[in-house]
């Protein structure tokens, strides 16, 4: 009998001991998801208070080590900000979590803008304008437009500008994520930057 109440107490003893050895440190892991369980690329999740942090890959995952009663914050461009509480009742080492972020939307009032002052000068510039006669006159100047950039850009196969060009498209999409992509039909300097060139005849077909 007394054997079996040693046995015990040795076994209460082991389990105390392993529970206190019990780690406050955990390798959290997961995907960061938006409402269309599509995975959102370059999410910054930082830990509140403290100065660590990672951001989520291509495919939305990510992982970090955290401890007990850290809060995660996610954040994105084009969405709800939300946040993840690591609760003091974890038992696993590794966790895994699922994150979905809401969309953030905000639909602004429509501007017109106009690279004129006045009714005048628009009258002006659009009286001034070459505008092609015909289809054809217009494929000419197009193609004519096209040849002359090729003589001053030569657009030459470089794995590097097709790296770049790729990257500035990705770049664009997540910038412009839940808004509308800017349009250069609306920007004045645009205009008048075309209207000059069209001044000084750049657009016209130089002869050899």
Same mark, same amino acid.
């Given at each position: 009998?007394?054997?079996?109440?040693?046995?015990?107490?040795?076994?209460?003893?082991?389990?105390?001991?392993?529970?206190?050895?019990?780690?406050?440190?955990?390798?959290? *892991?997961?995907?960061?998801?938006?409402?269309?369980?599509?995975?959102?690329?370059?999410?910054?999740?930082?830990?509140?208070?403290? /100065?660590?942090?990672?951001? *989520?890959?291509?495919?939305?995952?990510?992982?970090?080590?955290?401890?007990?009663?850290?809060?995660?914050?996610?954040? *994105?461009?084009?969405?709800?900000?939300?946040?993840?509480?690591?609760?003091?009742?974890? *038992?696993?080492?590794?966790?895994?979590?699922?994150?979905?972020?809401?969309?953030?939307?905000?639909?602004?009032?429509?501007?017109?803008?106009?690279?004129?002052?006045?009714?005048?000068?628009?009258?002006?510039?659009?009286?001034?304008?070459?505008?092609?006669?015909?289809?054809?006159?217009?494929?000419?100047?197009?193609?004519?437009?096209?040849?002359?950039?090729?003589?001053?850009?030569?657009a030459d196969s470089d794995p590097s500008l097709n790296y770049k060009y790729f990257m500035q498209q990705t770049y664009n999409q997540l910038y412009y994520t839940g808004q509308l992509p800017p349009n250069n039909l609306l920007n004045p300097i645009a205009w008048?930057?075309?209207?000059?060139?069209? /001044?000084?005849?750049?657009?016209?077909?130089?002869?050899?």
């Open positions: 009998m007394k054997k079996y109440i040693l046995y015990l107490i040795g076994l209460f003893f082991i389990l105390d001991i392993s529970n206190a050895q019990k780690p406050d440190i955990y390798q959290l *892991s997961g995907f960061v998801k938006s409402e269309l369980q599509e995975g959102l690329p370059f999410v910054h999740i930082i830990i509140k208070n403290k /100065r660590r942090g990672t951001i *989520s890959d291509f495919q939305g995952f990510f992982s970090l080590v955290v401890e007990k009663n850290d809060t995660l914050i996610f954040s *994105s461009i084009g969405y709800k900000k939300t946040s993840f509480y690591v609760g003091d009742t974890v *038992s696993y080492h590794d966790y895994f979590i699922t994150k979905i972020l809401e969309s953030d939307t905000i639909t602004l009032n429509e501007m017109v803008i106009f690279p004129w002052n006045t009714y005048e000068q628009f009258k002006e510039a659009f009286l001034k304008l070459d505008a092609p006669k015909d289809d054809i006159d217009r494929a000419i100047k197009n193609f004519a437009l096209i040849e002359e950039q090729l003589k001053k850009y030569p008048a930057q075309f209207f000059s060139a069209l /001044r000084n005849g750049d657009f016209k077909r130089k002869e050899k």
